[in-house]
């Protein structure tokens, strides 16, 4: 019984916060893109405090929180779209030359359907033997949010003062928060990637702990 009540609850939606969205929601899509318009204001507006201050106008609040919410979006579209596949193929080509899966190369082509995520994406999705797909989610939104985050920071970095100057006309930018963009960008990066794989790794060990017990119960089931 306790078990039964464990599974329920690792594979049951997660809190929605305002009634529509999860945390794990926001994580992907819309707090990158937040972080990319605070980042802009304090690194490229003439007077940083000055434009927060600004920023706490209802009008322009809204505003921007629409912007981020958008930009978040459209950051997490296209990283789920054409980094994923290609950072998942590299992750579990690594853990394959590591001996930690067993998949061929061919298997693990980027932009098709990999064994990888046959295995346990589809899992995942459907809901089914008893893996812990609550801490999962909330470990996959961590680290997507970790990778948009660095999408976020790399896109101020690259074309900030573009859209400060064809916005304001002007640009101030303060030369010790621009030079720390795009480190901060790659920090991220890298810490995502490294979870990345040890988030793979943890999916093909649980995955191999549900195969056992799976075969342990259809052997048990053959004998009876």
Same mark, same amino acid.
């Not at 394959?96 to 346990?120: A, D, I, M, N």
């Not at 991220?188 to 999916?203: G, H, P, Q, V």
């Given at each position: 019984?306790?078990?039964?009540?464990?599974?329920?609850?690792?594979?049951?939606?997660?809190?929605?916060?305002?009634?529509?969205?999860?945390?794990?929601?926001?994580?992907?899509?819309?707090?990158?893109?937040?972080?990319?318009?605070?980042?802009?204001?304090?690194?490229?507006?003439?007077?940083?405090?000055?434009? =927060?201050?600004?920023?706490?106008?209802?009008?322009?609040?809204?505003?921007?929180?629409?912007?981020?919410?958008?930009?978040?979006?459209?950051?997490? #579209?296209?990283?789920?779209?054409?980094?994923?596949?290609?950072?998942? #193929?590299?992750?579990?080509?690594?853990?394959?030359?590591?001996?930690?899966?067993?998949?061929?190369?061919?298997?693990?082509?980027?932009?098709?359907?990999?064994?990888?995520?046959?295995?346990?994406?589809?899992?995942?999705?459907?809901?089914?033997?008893?893996?812990?797909?609550?801490?999962?989610?909330?470990?996959?939104?961590?680290?997507? =949010?970790?990778?948009? #985050?660095?999408?976020?920071?790399?896109?101020?970095?690259? =074309?900030?003062?573009?859209?400060?100057?064809?916005?304001?006309?002007?640009?101030?930018?303060?030369?010790?928060?621009?030079?720390?963009?795009?480190?901060?960008?790659?920090?991220?990066?890298?810490? #995502?990637?490294?979870?990345?794989?040890?988030?793979?790794?943890?999916?093909?060990?649980?995955?191999?702990?549900?195969?056992?017990?799976?075969?342990?119960?259809?052997?048990?089931?053959?004998?009876?």
């Amino acid at each position: 019984m306790a078990s039964n009540k464990m599974d329920a609850s690792d594979s049951a939606e997660p809190p929605r916060l305002m009634g529509f969205l999860s945390l794990e929601e926001l994580l992907r899509w819309v707090v990158a893109g937040v972080l990319a318009i605070i980042s802009w204001v304090a690194v490229y507006y003439p007077k940083p405090v000055h434009g =927060f201050v600004a920023l706490m106008q209802i009008e322009r609040l809204l505003f921007m929180l629409t912007t981020g919410v958008v930009l978040g979006s459209l950051i997490y #579209a296209v990283h789920r779209s054409l980094v994923h596949p290609l950072t998942i #193929a590299l992750l579990t080509q690594i853990l394959r030359k590591t001996g930690h899966v067993q998949y061929e190369c061919k298997e693990l082509l980027p932009f098709w359907v990999s064994k990888y995520e046959q295995e346990f994406q589809g899992r995942w999705w459907q809901r089914k033997h008893g893996l812990a797909t609550g801490p999962l989610r909330e470990w996959a939104a961590q680290i997507h =949010f970790l990778y948009c #985050a660095a999408w976020a920071l790399l896109l101020i970095r690259l =074309f900030g003062s573009h859209f400060m100057l064809a916005l304001y006309g002007r640009v101030q930018a303060s030369p010790s928060l621009e030079c720390l963009l795009a480190p901060s960008a790659l920090c991220l990066a890298l810490i #995502a990637f490294y979870s990345n794989l040890r988030m793979i790794d943890m999916e093909a060990k649980l995955a191999a702990m549900d195969n056992e017990a799976e075969q342990a119960l259809a052997n048990k089931g053959g004998r009876m």
